[in-house]
């Protein structure tokens, strides 16, 4: 098993919540991406805990460089952006969207929705059907448009690069690079049933089997990306045995975010919408 040094970028994976907590909190993976094409490795060092917004807020500030994968939506749809009339320019509508009220959102949503037939309710971002993501104006069943109204101003506060939206930070100090992730996109190449519960009682074995045969996949470099997975045994039992998945989910994000670190301009399309953004590792060509 080949081993990580001090010199490799640092890669890391949210799994975020918009109501961190002992019981689900916001889960970092961290590891080092070694190799290069053809051979790359992510090496997993540890999974964080975080059960705070305040210790997220804390992480952000740390003065490590990194490339992140974060599961949770950077934009909303341009089209019900123009609707509404909302600020176009990806940083002052991340600045008025995380400043309204949920409720006055949630009446948006419900309005847009309530005017459109069955079965074409909700409006989507262009990236949102290829990764097979839940639109990102959702805010119930995920609650996604939640996770963004708690996530993307801190993070835009924090001083981050953001890619996918033109934005480069102009603080000093070292880079900290920010991608959107969707670990769900990775995890249906490899197993399309149900591998996670919140609900302790549906945490049942065959979900426990469909993790373990993710994690083989993303071990053995088979599951759609250009960089494998190297992790201890122990790390391996905590994956497998978590019944949430938050663990599994935050080392696919990481992962995601080392592919897209391989890639010419992080695999971005050259049409690319900087108010929608993209998710990383979703090819271009399935747009």
Known sequence: MASSSARDPVVIGVDFT????????????????????????????TIRELQSLTAFDEMLHEPDAWIGGFDLPFGQPRTLIEHEGWPT?????????????????????RRWCDARPAGDKFAWRKADQPAGSSPAMRWT???????????????????????????????LGTPRIALEAYPGFTARQVCRRSYKSDTPAKQTSER????????????SGTAGL???????????????????????????????????????????PCDLDPLEGWIASVPVERA
């Open 226 to 268: 250009d960089v494998r997975l190297e992790i201890t045994p122990v790390w391996k039992r905590r994956l497998v045995t978590d019944g949430a998945g938050d663990l599994l989910d935050a080392a696919i994000c990481g992962l995601q975010a080392a592919h897209a670190a391989l890639l010419p301009r992080y695999g971005l």
């Open 18 to 45: 918009s109501a961190p907590r002992p019981r689900k909190p916001i889960t970092v993976a961290v590891g080092r991406l070694t190799g290069g094409a053809g051979d790359a490795v992510y090496w997993l060092d």
């Open 141 to 171: 069943n995920p609650p996604v448009a939640w996770m963004m109204h708690a996530g993307i101003g801190r993070m835009l506060d924090a001083g981050l690069t953001f890619p996918a939206h033109r934005v480069v930070s102009r603080r």
């Open 89 to 109: 320019e990806w940083r002052r509508f991340v600045r008025f969207y995380c400043a309204e009220s949920r409720e006055m959102l949630r009446d948006v949503f």
């Open 208 to 219: 426990r089997a469909n993790r373990r045969t993710i994690l083989r996949a993303l071990v």
